[in-house]
């Protein structure tokens, strides 16, 4: 005798973490002000009602997970532009804001992230200033969040040692961890240094990240790197960018160098996360050039799919 199943059941048992969007281009794009090197910062500056706003926003098109705005808000970006005495007081304005954001949107379940960045810019894995540096300066940022977060997310992490010395400093926190790599847009599966996915979980599988997802790269870079996290032994995930190239991004540069895709938009874009979802993706969202407007066809994507979105790993 066959046996079917109930499709009821089984649809409930699909959840899905669904994060938020980017919010330093998106910011950038919402405010009157020139664009500075200090990105998402500056906002964070001259016009913390946008964050709250875009925070709120995000939650409201279904995100259950936001990320601190707090990506550009390191001592080394902030000395670049005589702002390193600014770092304790934007880091805790960019918690407030997230705090209020989830309060002011009055949605249960939803997660807030911290942030831990690459030190000096994105993509760049040459700038890395070595590990006791860096361990130094992540110690510090995990310090002023990890009273109000709920996890933290090492992310757009572009080399091995950017995610040993990232994931050491959240280890000696009580709180969980993400690392988030970004790939080559080359789409040959490596981080941008040139090292395998498998040598960084490899170096960091004894602090016990929580999960590792796949971020701030095109979605076919995502795609073609899928393989190479699909067997590790954790939650995986992705949530790609937008952009058309950031070969021309430097150091100390502004978000005028780089260009938003024009074939992306929130259907194109949900196209490709089915696909991480279909191949084993629990964590799913967007990176830089991916709006609440993509998160929200996302979530009804998901939500019309049988999955279940929520804030926390289950």
């Given at each position: 005798m066959s046996v079917h199943p109930n499709t009821e059941f089984e649809m409930?048992?699909?959840?899905?973490?669904?994060?938020?969007?980017?919010?330093?281009?998106?910011?950038?794009?919402?405010?009157?002000?020139?664009?500075?090197?200090?990105?998402?910062?500056?906002?964070?500056?001259?016009?913390?009602?946008?964050?709250?706003?875009?925070?709120?926003?995000?939650?409201?098109?279904g995100a259950r997970v936001i990320t601190v705005n707090a990506y550009s808000i390191t001592p080394e970006r902030l000395a670049h532009v005589g702002e390193e005495?600014?770092?304790?007081?934007?880091?805790?304005?960019?918690?407030?804001?997230?705090?209020k954001a989830r309060d002011k949107a009055g949605v249960a379940d939803v997660a807030i992230t911290g942030c831990l960045p690459p030190l000096f810019g994105s993509y760049q894995p040459d700038t890395f200033p070595g590990a006791e540096i860096a361990l130094s300066t992540y110690r510090r940022v995990v310090e002023a969040?990890?009273?109000?977060?709920?996890?933290?997310?090492?992310?757009t992490m572009s080399s091995v040692q950017e995610c040993v010395a990232s994931v050491t400093a959240v280890s000696e926190s009580e709180v969980p961890v993400w690392l988030a790599m970004s790939v080559d847009d080359n789409q040959n599966g490596l981080l941008r240094s040139g090292e395998t996915i498998a040598s960084a979980y490899d170096a960091v599988k004894a602090l016990k990240p929580q999960a590792v997802l796949i971020n701030c790269s095109i979605p076919e870079a995502v795609t073609a790197a899928w393989p190479n996290v699909t067997d590790l032994p954790c939650a995986v995930g992705a949530y790609a960018n937008g952009f058309t190239s950031v070969?021309?991004?430097k150091i100390g540069g502004t978000v005028d160098m780089l260009r938003a895709r024009t074939d992306l938009d929130p259907q194109g874009y949900a196209s490709h996360a089915m696909q991480?979802?279909?191949?084993?993706?629990?964590?799913?969202?967007?990176?830089?050039?991916?709006?609440?407007?993509?998160?929200?066809?996302?979530?009804d994507v998901l939500t019309n799919g049988g999955y279940t979105v929520q804030g926390w790993l289950s």
């Open positions: 409930s048992l699909k959840k899905i973490v669904l994060t938020d969007g980017g919010m330093g281009q998106e910011l950038v794009h919402r405010s009157a002000s020139k664009p500075s090197p200090m990105w998402g910062a500056q906002v964070l500056m001259d016009q913390p009602d946008l964050v709250c706003d875009l925070h709120v926003e995000y939650i409201l098109a005495a600014q770092f304790e007081k934007l880091q805790r304005r960019a918690l407030d804001l997230a705090l969040q990890a009273g109000d977060v709920d996890v933290f997310l090492c992310e070969v021309d991004l991480w979802v279909d191949g084993g993706a629990s964590i799913v969202g967007g990176c830089c050039e991916i709006s609440p407007a993509h998160i929200k066809y996302l979530a």
